[in-house]
């Protein structure tokens, strides 16, 4: 009666609105396209890109070919990870804090706007929320009840969980002050000192490669205002709910686990900025499990504080749902995310002619026709020297720019997918080169599709 109903209402809220309208946004068109290659392809791409999600493509290529669903194969195993992860908090909560404290807890979860967000997302953060969720179970467990075995599976978790994405490993400082503030004896700090460090030593292989591709995050700059301004109240909200025992110096249980997890995997990849921005909200999705065990733990306390009549929780879980209303709904829209790729093919496919050129301006957004090949059919990348799949990349490998004028004034007539008109031109000498010969040898002769995050527009050679 704990973990149940966190799981049913995870579920619910996942399944509610799972297609977002029939849209897929970039990420998730890599995450298709990639995840549809070989298993001998998926492993010569991470060896040139996205090596950190190659344990992910991997396992997303397995299900595919088990049953190719579309969107819903997509996004379903994260909104089973992630239903996992309330369960998995709500038993923590339970540990520590009680039953009533436990429920609340893992109700609190899927509440949380950014954990809306990804339980609905083909990407692998939901999957490292919830192994994260269960590492820190059997984190407890072994810190209870020490012995070998109970250590090794939670190395072995906490390693499956860096291994899907390496930044999971942030939680790893987070576990270790936990037993510090726990005041546990130093015999069993060092016995996770020794799980740590095999969870560390088995993922670095990943994290040295992966360091090699370091260019594929050099759009990451500074902190995202919005995304910083959202984990920020999250944590003030945390630290009000722990405010009593903060103020006594004195954390209880929960809060000596939760507050490390809230607080510490944010902070340390804020504190990276100053050397590389990496600063990326979904990258430490899991500080959510410290901000829920907070939050159920503080309505604990003033459910029991404070008798009050039946219908005041009523009233309050009315309120509750009212403010959440507008947000939730808004996540189940195309425009929730930063673009449309499913919206782009189908105004490239409404805007094209048989013969048509297709042009990329950047060749990044090649990726919004990936995984729906059919919307392209027909016409001429006129950029491309050699495709993504054949070239183990993402994007594919382009022209030379001194060639890519001359290939573009041989079809009279261009789609072209670009930025959005407030977006900084890319100063890469292939954008330029494109850019330029629209401007000198094309004239607009259709009207411009926006849709989110892009703009398609047809271009005829000047006579």
């Known amino acids: 009666m704990v973990v149940l109903p966190p799981i049913l209402l995870t579920l619910a809220l996942g399944l509610w609105g799972i ?8 990420d998730e068109a890599v995450t298709c396209e990639v995840a549809h ?4 392809q998926i492993w010569r791409t991470i060896q040139h890109v996205d090596l950190v999600h190659g344990v992910y493509y991997l396992l997303m290529h397995g299900l595919f070919a088990v049953w190719d669903g579309g969107l819903l194969t997509l996004r379903l195993p994260s909104v089973v990870a992630m239903s996992l992860a309330a369960g998995g908090v709500a038993l923590l909560g339970r540990r520590l804090a009680g039953p ?6 893992g109700l609190a979860l899927p509440a949380i706007p950014l954990v809306q967000q990804y339980t609905q997302e083909g990407r692998s953060y939901a999957i490292v929320c919830a192994l994260v969720t269960w590492s820190t179970c059997l984190l407890l467990d072994a810190a209870d009840r020490s012995s070998w075995r109970r250590w090794a599976g939670y190395a072995v978790l906490l390693w499956g969980a860096v291994m899907v994405h390496e930044l999971a ?3 790893i400082p987070a576990h270790g002050t936990a037993l510090v503030l726990a005041e546990r004896p130093r015999a069993l700090i060092r016995a996770w000192a020794t799980a740590a460090g095999c969870v560390v030593a ?8 992966s360091e090699r591709q370091a260019g594929q995050v050099a759009w990451i700059g500074w902190p995202d205002a919005l995304q ?5 109240a999250m944590a003030l909200a945390g630290l009000w709910c722990a405010r009593h025992q903060v103020r006594a110096g004195e954390l209880s249980r929960l809060s000596a686990l939760a507050l490390p997890l809230l607080l510490l995997p944010g902070l340390l990849l804020l504190a990276a900025a ?3 921005p990496l600063f990326v909200d979904r990258y430490v999705l899991y500080c959510a499990v410290g901000f829920a065990l907070l939050l159920g733990a503080e309505l604990d ?15 309050a879980l009315a309120a509750v749902l009212a403010a959440l209303a507008p947000v939730s709904l808004y996540l189940r829209t195309p425009q929730s995310r930063h673009d449309d790729a499913t919206a782009v093919g189908r105004a490239v496919r409404q805007a094209a002619r048989p013969g048509d050129g297709l042009l990329f301006i950047p060749t990044g957004h090649r990726v919004w026709v990936s995984a729906h090949l059919q919307d392209t059919r027909g016409l001429t990348d006129l950029a491309l020297a050699r495709d993504p799949v054949s070239s183990d990349t993402l994007d594919g490998v382009e022209l030379p720019a001194q060639d890519i004028p001359a290939r573009m004034r041989a079809f009279p007539r261009i789609v072209v997918v670009h930025d959005p008109a407030d977006e900084p031109p890319d100063d890469d000498p292939r954008e330029t080169a494109k850019s330029s010969s629209l401007r000198d040898d094309f004239h607009a002769c259709d009207r411009t599709a926006e849709v989110t995050g892009a703009r398609i527009t047809a271009y005829c050679r000047n006579s």
């Open 37 to 40: 290659r070989s298993a001998a």
């Open 19 to 26: 297609r977002r309208r029939n849209s897929m946004w970039g």
């Open 274 to 276: 100053v050397v590389k």
């Open 301 to 315: 306390r003033l459910w029991g504080s404070r008798p009050l009549p039946r219908w005041t929780g009523w009233v």
């Open 100 to 105: 009533r404290a436990g429920l609340l807890a």
């Open 228 to 232: 910083l301004l959202g984990l920020t």
């Open 202 to 209: 088995g993922a670095l292989p990943l994290i040295v490669l």
């Open 169 to 171: 490993a942030l939680v």
